[in-house]
């Protein structure tokens, strides 16, 4: 089987003394190799990319990530930053599609699509981000509305592209400070139509969405879930470091 994915987006959250003891802490506590069975990934805010890069090295066995990224090269956009000036930070994720940048910047399907291609033109391992709001999910169509992100995206992908495509299913009723824990009750019916098209075909099916502590190992135990996408408990150390045990007790039960 291959690794869980466990992961976090400080957001607009760290200043660079924060970002470096952060990632400091965690790479001391690694050693050098990342737990058994457990793929970490961190993606801090742009101007603590090179810093944290710096502290992990890079032989880190810690995936570091952009939290957005422009699908051309180079050009005339003000204030963007693209995926080979993104690599060239030290970053191998990019994350795309994330229902803030939808809401308030006008990410689309057709966006995260070129952004996805861009993503895998220069190397780096796309991490979709897909999620409905509490009025489809109201409306009894979570999976169809996910499906639809997520075939857009990823249209035209061969088999190989596809393989190293990294998607991250958050309801949007579920995450930042007004969300709701989602109950593995409410999670079973989206992962049941994503794993259909897309299990043994993408690197990994992630959920993300007031992940705690509390609920980790439970949702790790959710069918063709493959790992979490975390934001405030990790973005203490001690939180990302539990998460990252949890994570391991599980990749080692469900191998044992």
């Not at 060239?88 to 803030?100: F, K, L, T």
């Not at 949702?219 to 990302?240: C, D, K």
Request: with cysteine.
């Amino acid at each position: 089987m291959s690794d869980l994915w466990i992961g976090t987006s400080w957001k607009m959250t760290k200043t660079l003394a924060e970002a470096r003891a952060w990632a400091e802490g965690l790479r001391d506590h690694l050693a050098g190799s990342a737990p058994a069975g457990v793929q970490p990934f961190v993606i801090p805010s742009f101007t603590a990319t090179t810093a944290v890069a710096e502290v992990l090295g890079e032989e880190s066995p810690i995936l570091l990530g952009v939290q957005n990224a422009h699908w051309e090269d180079a050009g005339a956009w003000t204030g963007e930053v693209s995926v080979a000036q993104a690599k060239d930070a030290g970053a191998r994720i990019v994350e795309i599609g994330h229902s803030e940048r939808r809401e308030h910047f006008g990410e689309s399907v057709e966006t995260t699509g070129l952004k996805v291609a861009a993503a895998l033109r220069h190397g780096l391992v796309p991490l979709l981000c897909i999620g409905e709001s509490a009025a489809v999910k109201e409306e009894g169509g979570s999976s169809a509305f996910i499906l639809e992100q997520t075939r857009g995206a990823l249209e035209g992908l061969t088999g190989e592209e596809l393989s190293r495509v990294v998607i991250a299913y958050e309801p949007i009723w579920a995450i930042g400070e007004t969300g709701r824990p989602a109950t593995v009750e409410e999670l079973v019916e989206p992962f049941a139509a994503l794993g259909e098209v897309y299990a043994g075909r993408v690197a990994g099916l992630l959920y993300g969405g007031s992940v705690n502590l509390d609920n980790a190992a439970d949702l790790l135990g959710i069918e063709h879930v493959s790992g979490l996408f975390v934001g405030r408990t990790a973005w203490r150390l001690e939180g990302y470091l539990e998460l990252l045990r949890i994570a391991e007790d599980h990749a080692a039960a469900r191998t044992g």
